[in-house]
DNA sequence: TATCGTAATATACCAAAGGGAATAACGAAA
DNA sequence: TTTCGTTATTCCCTTTGGTATATTACGATA
């Protein structure tokens, strides 16, 4: 059996390690994640939700409440949708969009950093527990 | 509806606001978290699984998977268990327990301290998206 | 006006996680 | 040897988050 990820791009370890998860709360609680700004950039990249959350085994019911739960809480959209016309519609990253996706890789980047910081913490405490 | 908290302890805040969660992993998953560090606390408060996990709203049965697991991925156990005799047995932390509890204390500080630091990384970004 | 692929929405279904309750096992002390 | 409250274990139920599927709405373009 293999053991399924818990969340997106979060892989389990072989041995003791820090992990954790970050967000930004909005008003009706999660704003914007790991899993949401994956699936905006699937958007630019696709330029439908359809075929982003197809790019990233998502149903597209789950995308579309993410998209729509971002665009409520942002001042904002951050995706443009279309309906109809040609090719039947689809979704374009706004400029605001664009901003949350670089802000949040900042934001994960610095915590990357964190993590790495605090992993000395924890080898050095391993080490004297086993000294014990 | 109230709505409820997601994991233990994190509330929801009014406005956007930096959220996060930090573990550590073992050979299975999860070794330590903040739900199991609040428990190993209660043990040492009550002497037994059952009383701690009561007293933190918690059903025996989720307490005892959460205290076996530790167990078993620790080198040393965390809580030793007396089954029978005195008082119908009991729980009790030992002292890599409790250094398990100062460590994670220590390593959850320093992470309430970088949320606070990239808070004001928000603050800004929030005021410059406005300006636009 | 007919077409096309998408957005938008509703319904049914599925699987995992956890809760609750019930019961057996346990062993020191009276 | 009986008692006692706990650990240990099992079974069933509910909840929940998501998938799968089907249908309707849409509107620029040919």
Redesign the pocket.
């Known amino acids: 059996m293999t053991k399924k990820a818990g969340h997106a791009g979060v892989k389990k370890a072989t041995s003791p390690g820090l992990r954790g998860r970050i967000w930004i709360d909005g008003e009706e609680g999660t704003f914007l994640g790991y899993g949401r700004i994956i699936l905006l950039e699937r958007i630019r990249e696709h330029g439908?939700?359809?075929?982003a959350a197809k790019s990233m085994e998502?149903?597209?019911?789950?995308a579309?409440e993410l998209?729509?739960s971002m665009n409520r809480q942002s001042a904002r959209p951050f995706v443009e949708?279309?309906?109809?016309?040609?090719?039947?519609?689809?979704?374009r990253l706004t400029t605001d969009g664009e901003k949350a996706v670089r802000f949040f890789w900042k934001f994960y980047g610095d915590f990357q950093g964190f993590l790495d910081k605090e992993k000395k913490v924890l080898d050095k405490f391993m080490n004297d527990k086993e000294k014990t």
């Open positions: 439908s939700i359809t075929r998502m149903s597209y019911r789950h579309w998209v729509d949708l279309a309906t109809g016309g040609k090719g039947g519609g689809g979704a």
